[in-house]
């Protein structure tokens, strides 16, 4: 027992096995009171970074160390993972790991590393979120995903969504942002409408329907449902539709310009595209096999089978 902190162990030790004093425990081992009862105080810094940490854990109950540390930097704290980390185990923080049952790649030619994003508005892709209102009554929730930036273009919510209102959503989208090349979906009766298909093919866009029963094949949607789901649905009781928009238009706005994405070295989606646009080079990190396109995020969808893989590239 050479340290303060071994002999104060020590000393309670004793108190709890031989039931005495913490006066006649000292004078046995030698351990002065005033040392036993001083409790160090953790530096100045550590305690404010903490205090922000906290607060970000409480704000982002799903972020994990890394996260939180992308946010802590964008912030302006001069800190590196590892001490992030340290402190992230010192307060007993964990997120929860979940375990998805992988699947094979499929067949189709249109699954997301057969016809994968090569550029901005090159391929989007949607699908549907279902929830309900405090009243039981239905809510549904459209996504559409840029697959290359990962931003989240638009999120509407209703009571029922037709082919007409996707189409709607889409002409909205084309008229401020361009009409992609390829839009990617599964065969839901609302996507495989003729309404939509014909007026998808008067706009120059081409569908990619993945296989059915494969939501592998749309890793890049069912990636963001997800996140949308453990991040928003699962936290929320919606009152009302209009409380639904609010909210969710809240979420698409941070999911966009201030949630780090990890497959972009934790840039924002705004941002990553923003560098892109201005025609800069923005380098990908290692985690990101260039072999097959996909992101960290989508590969959690994907068992991938290097034959197939070889095969469709």
Known sequence: MVSPMRR?????????????????????????RSTQRYRPRE??????????????VRQHPRYGYRRVWALLRDEGYVVNRKRVYRLWRREGLKVPRKQRKKRRLGTSANGIVRRRAEHINHVWCYDFVKDQTTDSRPLKF??????YTRECLTLDVARSITATDVIESLRDL???????MFIRSDNGPEFIARAIREWL??????????APGSPWE????????????????????FTSLAEANLVTEDYRLAYNHQR??????????????????????????????????????????????????????
């Open 43 to 56: 530096p100045d810094r550590d305690r404010q970074l903490v205090t922000r940490m906290l607060a970000l």
């Open 260 to 313: 780090p994405h990890s497959s972009l070295n934790y840039r924002t989606p705004a941002a990553f595209a923003a560098v892109l646009r201005e025609g800069s080079a923005l380098t990908l990190p290692a985690s990101s096999p260039p072999e097959n396109g996909l992101a960290p995020d989508a590969e959690s969808f994907v068992n991938q089978d290097p034959t197939l893989i070889a095969a469709g590239t």
């Open 201 to 210: 093919a008067e706009s120059g866009v081409e569908t990619l329907y993945i």
């Open 142 to 147: 459209l996504p559409i995903v840029d697959e």
């Open 218 to 237: 749309n890793a890049y949607c069912e990636s963001f449902n997800s996140r949308f789901r453990d991040e928003l649905l699962n936290r929320e009781l």
């Open 174 to 180: 084309f008229a401020i942002r361009g009409a992609p």
């Open 8 to 32: 104060r162990e020590a000393v309670q030790q004793v108190r709890r096995e031989v039931k005495t004093s913490e006066r006649r425990a000292c004078k046995v081992l030698g351990q002065s």
